[in-house]
């Protein structure tokens, strides 16, 4: 069992940053990827970054390229989402994920992870 505790959510103004962390407890995650996805009201969950512990790798959305950056300490095993030049469209649920099962769906796909948190609410006003 896996669990995810996230923090850092809250309300800026656009063109503001928001810092959000996952800190995951229940299992080693050396040879894991931690994601974060997002859902605003009315539209789907979607993928925002992730980041595979063992490689160091990070991927992302096409949408916060350049102004979101994921890091994760594996030592902590704590993921960070960094999210800078915020524009209304980014408030939403935030929610990180862990994937521990080894799935080969991709690491922007939902069907990837086996683990997620409660979503801390970002609210960007313009």
């Known amino acids: 069992q896996v669990h995810l505790v996230e923090s850092g959510g809250g309300l800026v103004q656009a063109g503001g940053s928001l810092r959000l962390s996952c800190a995951a407890s229940?299992?080693?995650?050396?040879?894991?990827?931690m994601g974060w996805f997002r859902q605003a009201p009315g539209k789907e969950r979607e993928f925002v970054a992730a980041i595979t512990w063992s490689a160091g790798s990070t991927y992302y959305a096409d949408s916060v390229k350049g102004r979101f950056t994921i890091s994760g300490d594996n030592a902590k095993s704590t993921v960070s989402l960094q999210m800078n030049s915020l524009t209304p469209e980014a408030s939403a649920l935030y929610y990180c994920?862990?994937?521990?099962?080894?799935?080969?769906?991709?690491?922007?796909?939902?069907?990837?992870?086996?683990?997620w948190g409660q979503g801390p609410h970002v609210t960007v006003s313009s």
């Open positions: 229940g299992r080693t995650f050396s040879s894991y990827t």
């Open positions: 994920a862990a994937a521990v099962s080894g799935s080969r769906s991709p690491s922007y796909s939902r069907a990837r992870y086996d683990y």
